[in-house]
């Protein structure tokens, strides 16, 4: 497996440091309104990452954090007149909520900048410590000439970095022992929240955030790195700055970027009033949609969303569901189980595409061959199948299409939504069977209920249900 590492500029194949384990680090929003599709196409991409290192046996140990404190958050508080905490919290959920509906797996873990600054604290004083920080006037900050390899990820060198100053500007800009210098910690502004620390009360930089919690929860040397290509600098050459200086080891073997999303051929942004979060695609189209449409193009391709393309989106992802319908209409009507000699010569021929797709993922997470190779196999089951077709063919058919789809993230065997009535009506049918002490049948319907995605509360006011 290959994979494009922004550190060489160049493909690489993929060793992990420990084998058969993935430690894989992706930066998340920050978190102060919902979430755009700028956000979404890291967390779409590499979830697809993941998952696809998952489908090939790796333990994934993949971690995404919330920055949930930061001059935006603290604005709208402000705004709002509450906490930036009740900010924080409030669109962690709803980001959480539009994570759900991209079908984009929960972390191993999601780390709040919040319940990790006493890690952030220690790993500051061992910078100042070494040598690479020093403090002034409560403002701690970070010598960046002093890290010989500054610059290596962005492929900049120090000098030149002089013109992208402007983003590395602070408060304080006369205290710096050097213009490049960056901040580490910084003291409160009135009414801001705060944390204790050596050199004041005050809040970490952005950068030190993901240092600390990537050490914390993957340890202090990592196989990937990734996000969007905006971050690569200064947030990812900064965060290697710390993390080599403080831990003294190399910190990311591979780091992995996205590039951007237009809109209609222009930058996103809120003065071009283009500017489109995933909830206001949710209420034009499934995000199913918007998944499908994300890995249509090669993560490392800049990506233009228009409604055109979307449309087009929907339909390719209709004709992958269609597909599986299809089998699975054959499937009930099957006149026969067993497979016949011709039909396992044909479900062997499904390996080329299999094949295709994997050739296509083991090359740098190319998604979009991966794509074409799913809508090949389509048309196989759209030409090789028939009412004649046995049930055991039609369901390794179904099995086959469903693993390659689920490594894509893309739900093609959707499970029929049932009536509240009907639910009802298999609960009295339980409830019967308990008080007949027909324990089997009654299981057998709590589990038939559950893997249609109903959950069955036993309470003293009866038996209630929800949805998974």
């Not at 500029?9 to 894989?24: A, C, N, S």
């Not at 962690?92 to 780390?111: F, L, R, V, Y």
Request: glycine letters at 6%.
């Amino acid at each position: 497996m290959k994979l494009y590492n922004t550190l060489s500029k160049q493909k690489e194949e993929f060793v992990p440091l420990e084998e058969g384990k993935v430690r894989m680090y992706v930066c998340g929003p920050t978190v102060y309104n919902f979430i755009h599709i700028g956000n979404a196409r890291p967390m779409i991409v590499f979830d697809t990452v993941r998952r696809y290192f998952e489908y090939k046996g790796y333990d994934v140990n993949y971690v995404s954090n919330f920055t949930d404190v930061d001059d935006k958050i603290i604005k709208k508080a402000i705004e709002e007149g509450v906490t930036a905490d009740e900010i924080s919290k409030r669109y962690i959920a709803e980001c959480k909520k539009d994570m759900e509906g991209m079908n984009i797996k929960p972390a191993t873990k999601h780390p709040l900048a919040t319940e990790e600054i006493c890690g952030m604290v220690d790993m500051i004083q061992t910078l100042i410590d070494k040598g690479y920080a020093y403090e002034k006037n409560g403002t701690v900050y970070y010598r960046t000439r002093k890290f010989q390899d500054y610059g290596k990820l962005s492929h900049k060198n120090l000098d030149d970095l002089r013109s992208g100053e402007r983003s590395l500007l602070v408060t304080g800009e006369d205290e710096k022992e050097d213009p490049l210098d960056f901040v580490l910690w910084k003291p409160k502004k009135e009414g801001e929240p705060f944390w204790e620390s050596p050199w004041s009360e005050g809040r970490p930089g952005w950068h030190i955030e993901c240092s600390e919690m990537s050490k914390k929860y993957l340890g202090e040397q990592i196989d990937i790195h990734a996000g969007g290509e905006d971050l690569v600098f200064p947030h990812h050459e900064n965060e290697i700055a710390q993390s080599e200086a403080a831990n003294g080891k190399e910190f990311a073997k591979y780091w992995m970027h996205n590039a951007f999303l237009n809109i209609d051929n222009k930058k996103m942004s809120k003065s071009l009033g283009n500017f489109r979060t995933v909830r206001e695609i949710s209420e034009q189209y499934d995000l199913q949609v918007l998944r499908f449409f994300m890995l249509s193009a090669h993560y490392r391709s800049p990506l233009n969303f228009s409604a055109d393309l979307m449309e087009a989106s929907k339909n390719g992802l209709e004709r992958i569901v269609n597909a599986a319908e299809n089998l699975k209409y054959k499937r009930k009507n099957a006149k026969t189980e067993a497979m016949t000699e011709e039909e396992k010569s044909a479900y062997a021929q499904t390996e080329e595409f299999v094949k295709e797709f994997e050739d296509a993922m083991d090359d740098d997470f190319n998604t979009a061959d991966a794509v074409a190779a799913v809508f090949d196999l389509v048309k196989y089951l759209n030409t090789n199948t028939s009412e004649e077709s046995s049930g055991e063919y039609l369901d390794a058919l179904l099995k086959r299409l469903v693993t390659l789809t689920d490594v894509l993230g893309l739900i093609v065997d959707k499970k029929e939504e049932m009536l509240a009535e009907d639910i009802e009506k298999m609960i009295e049918e339980r409830q019967a069977a308990r008080k007949a002490k027909d324990f089997a049948k009654a299981d057998a319907i709590r589990d038939e209920l559950l893997s249609r995605g109903i959950i069955l509360e036993d309470t003293r006011e009866g038996v209630k249900w929800k949805k998974a």
